[in-house]
């Protein structure tokens, strides 16, 4: 497979997959402001503070990433370009840890330091549980 091709593919699948992620964002922002405006907003709890859209898209990238390595492997020709556009670009995408970086920063710079430091083990406990799920199912 040639350089071109596999870049190529890679950013195809790069272009999804963050635009996966704007939309999962997209979705849950407009989902959340129509429940507020009919009047159906949850009570404070502390969780309306937690990032959860880039919370799902971190663990749906884990998970597809774990299936597609037990699926396509590193194994060559067409099965090696659609890694390349599935796992590297789409997964590569759509998941994110400066996103939950930040996400992080903003909760300890609303004083919600613990929430922050849960989050950070919540993101990497479960991701790294989806990342398993996934080459189970994959198998």
């Known amino acids: 497979m040639t350089l071109l091709l596999s870049a190529l593919a890679v950013v195809i699948g790069g272009a999804l997959g963050a635009t996966a992620r704007w939309g999962i964002a997209e979705f849950m922002t407009r989902r959340s402001a129509a429940r507020q405006q009919a009047g159906r907003a949850?009570?404070?709890?502390?969780?309306?503070?937690?990032?959860w859209p880039t919370f799902i898209a971190n663990i749906l990238a884990c998970l597809l990433l774990g299936i597609l390595v037990m699926r396509l492997g590193a194994v060559g020709g067409?099965?090696?370009?659609?890694?390349?556009l599935l796992g590297v670009g789409f997964c590569g995408a759509l998941s994110t840890v400066s996103t939950a970086a930040l996400d992080v920063?903003?909760?300890v710079r609303r004083g919600a330091t613990v929430l922050g430091l849960a989050y950070v083990l919540l993101t990497v406990g479960t991701g790294m549980a989806?990342?398993?799920?996934?080459l189970v199912i994959g198998s």
């Open 78 to 84: 067409s099965a090696e370009l659609a890694f390349m």
């Open 42 to 51: 949850a009570p404070a709890t502390g969780l309306e503070l937690v990032p």
């Open 130 to 134: 989806a990342l398993w799920l996934g």
């Open 105 to 107: 920063v903003n909760l």
